[in-house]
């Protein structure tokens, strides 16, 4: 599908315009300040994660049963500078050891906070779809090496351009968040190992969120418009479709539609123990991005400096129908062309999947901590269920992965 010109044309002045208000409010301040220094601040995080899987015909988050280090392995530097007492920009660099992750400006926001309940940020930010998704990256700040929902990022746009505010308040002992956010995207998916190109001209939701003691809970809805995806596959047999006169067939190969994101999650923790749950579903108008569900149960133990945690999860998947109205045996054209369409349906990925990840976490430093977890997993036979490079048909999508690794912050 190709893009209007004009739409090009407003995104790249969009950026152009968002750049030099960045610049100009980043410098113009600045300037008239003579101590630099003491108004920026440089922090960082790093991880080195391992792991194995004990399978030899697939693979899974790219693991197989050659020790590798280069999945999750990264590093990230941000700047703060703070311009007024109400202003300040943040940019975060990230180099990722992934290859379907690509390194550079992760994060670039302008903050605005005017008095103590109100927050807003413009610029490119962490698209907020889970309660770790801010800092998802920072393996630090949770049990795992691979968080239970994790697996479901590549499928979704990590971040967005654009803007949110936030409205913070207190009923009686009860912190409250409530935060609306609306941007676009321009990047890449990776699904199935494939790089896709998509643009999305619409991202919005909000996120309600409490904190009383030792609980705290967070719901959100996320709902994404007007997409446009370069998948060569899809975009050629579609065009044959249509030119053939079977445009309901070729509709379900464009990503003309909606995508609606909910989530909750529940948390309790002490400095003994944690329970905690997350729940997620994705509807969806799309046939190739099918509807999702997935949750996860999680609970763990502290006997400082160690923490000891157990989690199951589970996902499900499913597409919707479209019938194949190309009939086969009147035409050997029409025939391949039904024959092809099957094998795009066919090929499509499924998500069903249930987990149990046991781990330990030793804090070696107030900063710095190593871990270890094993990971069962189980998927549908006949399915995907997240892994890829089956080999062997008769594969029956259960394997181990283990996961060794050291989390650092600075």
Not at 44 to 57: H, K, N, T, W
Not at 228 to 249: W, Y
Not at 354 to 360: A, C, E, N, S
Not at 377 to 396: Q, R, Y
Request: charge should be negative.
């Amino acid at each position: 599908m190709q893009i209007p010109y004009k739409t090009v044309y407003m995104r790249k002045d969009m950026r152009i315009r968002f750049v030099c208000a960045l610049i100009l409010l980043s410098f113009l301040p600045i300037t008239a300040q003579a101590d630099i220094s003491d108004r920026i601040a440089f922090s960082g995080f790093g991880r080195i994660v391992g792991g194995y899987l004990d399978e030899g015909s697939a693979k899974f988050e790219g693991y197989d049963n050659s020790v590798s280090f280069s999945q999750q392995s990264l590093f990230a530097l941000q700047s703060d500078i703070t311009i007024t007492e109400e202003l300040s920009l943040s940019a975060q660099l990230l180099a990722h050891s992934a290859f379907d992750r690509k390194s550079g400006l992760e994060w670039l926001y302008v903050n605005y906070e005017p008095n103590q309940n109100w927050r807003f940020k413009l610029g490119k930010l962490r698209t907020p779809f889970f309660r770790y998704s801010d800092v998802i990256d920072v393996g630090f700040a949770y049990p795992w090496l691979t968080p239970p929902l994790q697996k479901f990022s590549s499928l979704l746009f990590s971040n967005y351009e654009g803007a949110t505010g936030t409205y913070r308040f207190n009923l009686d002992a009860t912190n409250v968040e409530v935060e609306a956010f609306y941007g676009t995207f321009d990047g890449e998916l990776t699904r199935t190992e494939q790089s896709i190109k998509m643009d999305v001209d619409e991202i919005k939701g909000i996120i309600f969120s409490l904190t009383s003691g030792n609980l705290s809970a967070r719901v959100s809805t996320t709902m994404s418009s007007d997409f446009d995806a370069d998948v060569v596959q899809f975009t050629e047999l579609a065009n044959l479709l249509d030119f053939a006169g079977f445009q309901q067939n070729a509709e379900s190969l464009r990503f003309d539609g909606d995508i609606t994101v909910y989530q909750g999650n529940i948390n309790y923790d002490t400095l003994d123990y944690f329970v905690s749950a997350e729940w997620m579903k994705v509807t969806s108008d799309l046939l190739v991005i099918p509807a999702l569900d997935g949750y996860y149960l999680s609970a763990g133990y502290n006997f400082s400096p160690f923490q000891i945690h157990i989690s199951y999860s589970t996902s499900n998947s499913k597409y919707g129908n479209v019938e194949n109205l190309v009939p086969k045996g009147l035409d050997p054209q029409l025939t391949q062309l039904s024959f092809a369409y099957d094998q795009v349906i066919d090929s499509l990925p499924d998500y069903e999947l249930d987990t149990v990840t046991i781990g330990l976490r030793w804090d070696l430093r107030y900063n710095i901590s190593a871990k270890a977890e094993v990971t069962f997993l189980e998927g549908e036979p006949g399915k995907s269920s997240f892994f890829t490079g089956i080999t062997d048909p008769n594969f029956d999508r259960k394997a181990k992965l283990y996961q060794i690794g050291m989390e650092w912050v600075f």
